[in-house]
């Protein structure tokens, strides 16, 4: 396992923060399951499937540019 955290968990938190919204409220607004957003922020889930990322993304109001970045 790689000891680089995963940039796109890392981008997810950081935009989840500026918004002031948890992780539940998160999953929610991407209907996905809390737990899947948990594990890419922490980074154990390193490779989410693009259609994961892209629910986060539109869920943040964001690019998927951001947060690839």
Known sequence: MSKE????????KKYRNKLGISQD????????AFHTI??????????PT??????????LGVSLD???D
Not at 5 to 12: A, D, H, L, M, V
């Open 5 to 12: 955290k995963s940039t796109i968990g890392e981008n997810i």
């Open 66 to 68: 951001d947060l690839m």
């Open 25 to 32: 409220t998160l999953s929610k607004k991407a209907n996905l």
């Open 50 to 59: 693009i259609e994961t990322v892209k629910k986060i993304a539109d869920a």
């Open 38 to 47: 948990a594990k890419i922020e922490a980074g154990a889930t390193a490779n």
